[in-house]
């Protein structure tokens, strides 16, 4: 048999493979060492140069206008670093920088393994990143050679790696640490250690202290998450301090556990705070490129960019697109600036540039139109032809003429300022104040023209002349915004637009712009814009406070529409609208109401929590409350039935003022003691400002005592002694009936048989009647309340105003006259109580209170369908819808519940107003995450160096970021188009009617007008001044406007500091203060976008027809049905049909006559009755 062949046996595999695992070792060893040499010792790039490096850290992260071509700034350039050596850095910052990014930074060789095998680990238990293992070395190499990154993720990751064996091969560990520490992003256009220490704590590298370097090390990553005072709520301050705290405090425990500190350092440092102290730095900046910084470093935009890689964002070198428009946003900060340097003239005075602000004075570079620049008077010409007035203004190399165009108005500005209001403008006075502006004199001007010419001098040559505006650098500030459908289009934040952003950060009382979002509400809750509403002056009880609304003007009637109450801004019936806001919803939808805004019982909650939380609100459940609101009903009864009658309209009026009057007793004491006072301070006050503000004062408390005379209960009260009192005085004719002929000769037998008390009441009764010596009309007043009122104080030259004039100026009423009246089955009805109303209507008052007091319910419980019942608890339920609507708006400051609330006494800023009308507008809100406004529209890659370099991004990269836009709706789309129906009466008829002409084009026979729809703002001691509105814009080639294209323009002027805007007569209010660069704005867009070339023969026809010669652009309001109703010019209640017979033009929407007499047509879009049946609550 023939021998078998042996096999392999499984030691050869063995020694097999060892061989080849020891080869291929050594080839990747080999390969690793020659790949090492060759890429990172031998050929390492260009890039790991060290001049290279130091360029690199400050890489420019361009930020480009909407065209996505226009470079808008950058957040770094060579100028706003603060390169320090390592020499120079503390160790305290070097010690807390390792031990919060990189404890073994000098042991390792760039790359800590054991750190990335521990955090790959941690990442994959968690299914998501928590831990990091990059070193420091790892860290710089990424943020300096971020452009040098392949596209592909595995790729650049592979060149990261060797970047960071480079920077140790060829640097050493503190040349690394010198570019990591002069490479992060501090706050704005600021970087690095040096920059870090005077911005956070406002003082030199080399003073860092302990904790300071803790924070700075801390804080590497994303200061804006650890800097409390770079936000701007306190609630967002306070959680940011914590974070970091909490984030300081892990660094110095690091310290202290790699030996660098000792335990009683360790102590120290943790128990002390960090001593934040915001300091300043040289750099260029606007509000703009801060706020797109601030939104880039949000948590949103951080988790994002970390996702492709980028740690920070400033030192990418990446694009970022805003939504500014470059046009829009040029002309509202010439608009702006304009309007407040001659405002400030206005209010201050006319003055020279000093020495010490250039500084301040706008950096415009190059000559453009509506640029600011600083000049020196060379020589002025002021002869006795006021059109031949100019100045010659040097610059370096260049002049400009002030004509006097470009005079005219700063002069007029300053005369007013030098009359206190009342300007007399002759051509001695701008003689005088031009002679005053000597050579030399350094001057702030606005280029308005460059205007093209021949140079002489240079062969015929063309160059522009500067033709200017004489300016001023202002005290005074403002802020101006631009939106559309939820895009910043352009946004000015003070006259020089840098540093404080007051379009997003200053916080103001809004006044009266808040009114449109009252009428919002209304118009949801059934409300129409021709239904009437009281104008009178009124107490209002609320939550166990009382309330006295005041106008700021002499209203034009007792009674107006919705319409007219927006359009003149009337503060009272603005507040007697919030008052019955929801009094025209059924009871099943006030409860939906109540739900909604979170006043119902919640679930799970007992009946005695739902108690106490309503009367936490002040809610006081019980008759007289509940009588209050019936009360009113019946008032509103009587007044009707009484309108058609021949009452004075005096004591009909007086009846719509009248007030049930529980508790007023109290509050005329209180009035009282607060008149009492103040006579004291007028007694005793030298300066004559204080006395006119106290006589104003005293005559308002005068003013309040008469109101609190309107009162129910105590006219109840004279009625009853009016009664017992003539029963008294019917029982004296008894006595004498028969022994006498006549009234006459029975008073004088009366008055003979009376002794003691009886003659003492007979005396007391003469003295409760009087009569009116103009009308005749009989008056009562009860003894108690003529004692009451004769015990007021009485200050000094305000006899007129005191509250017993009716009774001091009446006439005593004759015994026999009075035995008459006795004489009668029943008392005279038109006796007029206290003087006020007459007998009867107050009896008719008191009839219908006793039965209601028949129906009130047995068991008062805490439920919404009972306390539906009460007045308080309806007032409450509607300033919590507006609040409920306002925070679904995108407002985030603290919205009051109280009845101040239409006149604009909380505070908001410019950004939340713009947010509100925004919203109104088209009953939309634009982003899904509350409502912010959008800047960024997009962040990407810019094109390679060579390529496109008039675009901002390249067009072969993905962006890391693009903008989605967003809309939810809120309304009803009916809602809008009838709001801005509302807001078109303030410019037709108004408080801005004066400007509606500013806007107008010019045609060959008259003028065509845009559309404007907005309102004014002015708060009561002339702080703010706001404007808000809309301007609509031409659509594509479209030959119309619609409300479908509108911008959101909101302006305001006002000092930082919150002084009065107010010189002599001359008061800064919206329609002066605020209006002007609104509609200067509109202007020069309708200039700058050709609106004159949109205007059709149609139009210039309707200007030679119309008798005015005036026009206007055509309006789409979509699929809103139109319809026109004559209205009264003065009250703008529909006409009679008598009068409409008489109103001509209504087809045309006819408008009031500048003397606001006669009657008009306005359009509304919808009819009342159909109206009152939609209501329409925020959708959530």
């Known amino acids: 048999m023939p021998r078998r062949k042996k096999g392999t046996t499984w030691q050869t595999w063995i020694l097999i493979g060892a061989i080849a695992f020891v080869l291929a070792t050594a080839g990747a060893l080999l390969g690793g060492a020659v790949g090492y040499w060759w890429l990172v010792v031998k050929n390492p790039g260009p890039h790991i140069d060290r001049e290279y490096i130091r360029a690199a850290i400050t890489p420019e992260t361009s930020v480009y206008f909407a065209d996505g071509s226009t470079k808008l700034g950058t957040f770094f350039s060579q100028d706003h670093r603060s390169y320090v050596l390592y020499d120079r850095i503390p160790q305290v910052l070097i010690d807390s920088i390792l031990a919060a990014e990189d404890a073994t930074f000098y042991q390792h060789g760039g790359i800590n393994y054991w750190a990335l095998t521990r955090a790959m680990v941690a990442n994959l238990l968690a299914g998501r990143v928590v831990q990091g293992g990059s070193t420091i070395t790892m ?158 470093e949000g948590e949103e935009f951080s988790a994002l960019l970390e996702a492709s890689g980028i ?27 304009k309007h407040l340097s001659q405002l400030d003239i206005r209010l201050n005075g006319l003055r020279a540039l000093q020495g010490d602000q250039s500084s301040d004075v706008p950096s415009a570079g190059p000559f453009e139109q509506w640029s600011f620049h600083q000049g020196t008077v060379k020589t002025v010409e002021a002869g006795k032809d006021p059109k031949r007035h100019k100045i010659l203004v040097e610059f370096q190399g260049r002049s400009g003429t002030i004509d006097e165009v470009g005079l005219h108005e700063t002069l007029a500005s300053a005369f007013l300022h030098e009359d206190q209001g009342w300007p007399k403008d002759t051509v001695e006075r701008r003689i005088k104040a031009l002679q005053a502006l000597k050579p030399g004199t350094p001057v702030l001007v606005s280029v308005r023209e460059l205007r093209p010419e021949k140079d002489p001098n240079r062969s015929g040559e063309d160059q522009t002349s500067l033709i200017l505006d004489l300016e001023q650098l202002p005290r005074v500030e403002g802020g101006f915004l631009v939106l559309d ?141 509940l009588l209050s609101l019936r009360f009113e009903k019946i008032q509103a009864e009587v007044q009707l039935d009484k309108v058609f009658g021949e009452r004075s309209p005096e004591h009909l009026r007086r009846l719509r003022s009248l007030r049930y009057g529980e508790g007023f007793e109290r509050q005329r004491n209180v009035v ?95 003295a409760a009647f009087r009569k009116d010596p103009d009308t005749q009309e009989l008056l009562f007043f009860k003894p108690e309340f003529r004692l009451d009122r004769e015990a007021v104080p009485k200050a000094p030259g305000l006899a007129d105003e005191h509250p017993t004039k009716r009774y001091a100026k009446a006439l005593a009423v004759p015994l026999a006259e009075l035995l008459g009246l006795a004489g009668k089955a029943s008392p005279p009805e038109a006796v007029l109580l206290e003087g006020l109303l007459p007998l009867e209507l107050v009896e008719e008052l008191s009839e219908g209170l006793e039965k209601a007091k028949a129906e009130l319910p047995g068991n008062l419980v805490y439920q919404p369908r009972v306390l539906h019942g009460l007045r308080d608890f309806r007032v409450l339920v509607g300033l919590r819808y507006l609040r409920f609507m306002l925070e679904r708006m995108g407002v985030r400051s603290r919205i009051e519940e109280v009845l101040s609330f239409p006149l604009g006494s909380n505070a908001l800023s410019l950004e939340e107003v713009a947010l509100i009308y925004e919203t109104m507008a088209h009953g ?58 509302l807001l078109r009466k303030v410019f037709e008829v108004g408080t801005a009617r004066d400007y509606k002409r500013r806007a107008a084009f010019q045609v060959e026979d008259g003028r065509i007008e845009l559309p404007l729809f907005g309102k004014t703002g002015t708060t009561n001691d002339y702080t703010n001044a706001l404007f808000a509105g809309y301007q609509p814009y031409f659509q594509g080639t479209t030959p119309h406007l619609s409300v479908r294209d509108l911008y959101t323009v909101v302006a305001y002027t006002g000092y930082d500091d919150n002084t009065r805007m107010r010189r002599g007569g001359y008061r800064v209010t919206g329609s002066n203060g605020a209006a002007p660069p609104w509609v200067h704005f509109a202007r020069l867009v309708g200039e700058l976008h050709h609106y004159r070339d949109r205007i059709t023969r149609d139009q210039q026809d309707d200007v030679t027809m119309s008798d005015k010669h005036t026009s206007e652009f055509a309006m789409d309001y979509g699929e809103a049905m139109i319809d026109f109703v004559p209205v009264d010019c003065r009250t703008g209640l529909p006409e009679n049909d008598a009068k409409s017979r008489d109103c001509e033009g209504c087809a045309r929407g006819e408008r009031c006559p500048e003397s606001g007499e006669g009657c008009a047509c306005v359009e509304v879009l919808m009819d009342r009755d159909n109206w009152h049946r939609l209501v329409d609550f925020f959708t959530e």
């Open 139 to 296: 860290q710089t190499a990424e943020n300096l050679f971020q452009r040098e990154r392949p596209a592909n993720r595995w790729l650049a990751k592979v060149e990261e790696y060797l970047n960071t064996f480079r920077l140790e091969y060829h640097f050493t560990k503190q040349d690394i640490l010198e570019f990591y520490l002069n490479q992060f992003h501090v706050s704005g256009n600021g970087r690095g250690a040096g920059i870090a220490a005077q911005f956070f704590f406002s003082k030199p590298l080399a003073d860092l202290d302990l904790v300071e370097a803790a924070f700075i090390a801390c804080s590497l990553k994303g200061p804006f998450r650890y800097t409390p005072f770079l936000h701007r709520d306190k609630e967002t301050k306070e959680r940011v301090a914590a974070r970091a705290e909490e984030r300081k405090d892990y660094v110095i425990n690091n310290l202290f556990r790699l030996g660098k500190i000792t335990a009683q350092q360790r102590d120290k440092a943790l128990a002390a705070a960090i001593p934040f102290r915001m300091g300043e730095f040289r750099f260029q900046s606007n509000v703009i490129l801060d706020q797109v910084r601030e939104e880039l």
């Open 311 to 337: 740690n920070n964002i400033t030192t990418a070198g990446l694009s970022i697109v805003t939504t500014i428009e470059k046009e829009l946003q040029a002309t509202a900060l010439y608009a702006m600036r």
């Open 485 to 625: 459908h939820g895009r910043i289009l352009a946004m000015v934040g003070g006259f020089q637009n840098r540093d404080f952003n007051r379009a997003l950060d200053s916080f103001r009382q809004v006044g009266s712009v808040f009114k449109p979002v009252l009428m919002y509400a209304a118009l949801q809750l059934g409300w129409h814009p021709l239904d009437r509403v009281d104008n009178l002056r009124k107490i209002y009880t609320y939550a166990g406070s009382y309330y006295f609304p005041r106008p700021d003007h002499q209203p034009t009637a007792t009674e107006m529409s919705l319409a007219w109450v927006n359009a003149y801004s009337e503060n009272l019936a603005s507040i007697e609208l919030l008052y019955h806001l929801c009094d025209l919803l059924g009871e099943h939808q006030f409860l939906d109401l109540v739900e909604k805004v979170g006043l119902a019982p919640r679930p799970n909650e007992g009946a005695g929590d739902y108690t106490r939380r309503i009367r936490d609100h002040g809610i006081v459940l019980d008759n007289s409350a």
């Open 672 to 766: 009282l003691q607060e008149l009492t006072d103040r006579i004291g301070q007028l007694r005793t006050a030298r300066d004559r400002k204080v006395a006119a503000e106290l006589e104003d004062d005293l005559e308002e408390r005068y003013r309040r005592l008469e109101l609190l005379d309107l009162s129910f209960v105590r006219l109840e009260a004279s009625r009853t002694t009016l009664l017992e009192t003539m029963t008294f005085l019917a029982e004296l004719r008894q006595r004498g009936e028969g022994m006498t002929e006549d009234d006459t000769s029975l008073a004088e037998l009366v008055e003979g048989m009376l002794l003691g008390d009886e003659r003492s009441r007979l005396d007391t009764a003469l």
């Open 924 to 981: 939309l809100v634009y982003q899904d995450k509350g409502n912010r406004l959008a800047l960024v529209e997009k962040v990407c890659f810019p094109p390679p160096a060579g390529g496109a370099a008039a675009i901002a991004c390249d067009p072969d990269r993905e962006p890391i970021y693009q903008r989605i836009p967003f809309e939810r709706r809120l309304t009803d789309p009916s809602l809008p188009p009838m709001l801005l129906s």
